[in-house]
């Protein structure tokens, strides 16, 4: 479906064409004013320099064919500036087609194209933290958005589970236990070993092991040795570290699940280890490598660069691959098995330079072709009260599940003293409202800006918040039980009888808009302010409006007929933000 904008701007460049003016200066935007006008254009102003008239002029001949269209109810020129309202019956059809529409008034897409979204990120044998909120929330609702819009959007969680991380936790296990048959020499691979460890362990081994690793010297060249022997894939290694895998994995899942954020592919860094030959054949045929300090390197400096870009480590000098070798052999993975025409990494933008280097790498090996969109979505830190990154009281990284506990539990109490006093399936409730919370006052900022965790603004049931759009389905919802009026098949809305009423019905039909700019500019944050307008728009023709004693059939009906489709447009909303509503409060 056309967004309106589209077909006002088609109708304002026919009319500038028509009078022998270039059609691209019939742009229409929303208008700043709503108090003088709905839309205006401003092309006149651009069109006065190329032909050297007076933009008043102009706009007055553009105006006097726009008159005869009927789909504006008021043109005026004012200094230049074309004023434009549109008729009802033309916003009634609009929104009618809207309200039927499959995609709620979304563009699709001309080409089913793919784009791989990266995102998530978190790191074997380490728990969740808040540092991985950020990544799993906005790279879900971009690949929400995307998938909206009838691309094919695969996420991919890419796992940290290939670098020395790993041989420092094997290390560490193997003083342990130095008698488990993972470190004897002929190990069998086919043999079941009686050996459990816990998500709750691995957290435990990984600092410990960290903080060794830089206060012995001798152990850490045990585990970096360990690391290029798992990478070499050594079989007892190798077991164990599939079992760590396993188990983190699974952890990982029960926290993302709990967020909703899934993924298509729970590839790892190991994942794209089988291509890491081939990714160095490539990269010696076109002459890219060379040795410097014993590594291996490519160099992606560009002659107009003004700042220095380092060139990008291949190889380390003990041939341990690094975070760019996985990186590049991940791209050539994604292209056999994907073909994407974009692949978006929606990472810490404090990663930028790495993300550089590797996309400058793999386009000048031609892993990709030179039109695909490698992108890296970067994003800032979200902060404590105090301005100041998020730590918990003793200053140490809080873990995800201890941040979604806290929110949860004053959730929960927010229900109990509830003022529609339903405390039915509270747990279900609460834990909607938790991810709401959380979600929406991330997503609200734009990816890139820094912002302030508040959990008592995020639960708020007022103002832009998550809940505050929860609690207007919700009351929706309630309005038409009261009504019997739940499913409705065909929403028709054929009349506006107030002012309210047609504030909600442009802002309505204005949302194809916002998320074709969300798309455009990978900001899910347009989506949010959207969602928070439709319904304090909504608010107010509700509190304007008295629904349930509303004596006019009529008039009711169609009042009705907007509150189904509010509804449906905040439901769609908040899927794309990887929101689910609740039905009740
Ligand atoms: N595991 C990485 C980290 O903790 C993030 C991975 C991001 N994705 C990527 N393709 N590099 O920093």
Redesign the pocket.
Known sequence: MNTLINILTENVSNAFEKCGYDKNYGKVIVSDRQDLCEFQCNGAFMAAKQYRKAPQAIATEVSAVLTNEKIFKKVDVVSGFLNLAIEDSFLLNYINELAEDKHLGIQQAEKQETIVV?YG???CAKPLHIGHLRAAIIGEALKRLAASTGRNAIGDV?L?DWGLPMGLVIAEIKERHPELPYFKENFDESQEVDFVVTAEELNEIYPFASKKSKEDEEFRAIAQKITVELQNLNKGYYALWKKMLQVSKDDFKKMYDTLNVHFELWYGESDADQYIDELLKILDNKNLTYTSNGALVVDVQNEDDKVQIPPVMIKKSDNSSN?ATT?LA?ILQRQKDYNPSEIW?V?DSR?SLHFNQVFRCAKKAEIVSNDTNLEHLGFGTMNGKDGKPFKTRDGGVMKLEDLYNTVYEKAVERLKESEFGNIENIEEKASKITVAAIKFGDLINHRLKDYIFDIDKFLASKGKTGVFLLYTIARINSLLSKLEQNESSKIAINNIYSDTEKQLLLKLSLSGEVFKNSFNEKAPNYICENAYEIASLFSNFYNDNHIISESDADKKQVWVNICQIVKKMLIKHLDILGIEHVNAM
């Open positions: 990266d990120g978190p790191n890419h940290g975070y990186d991940t990494y990472v990663q």
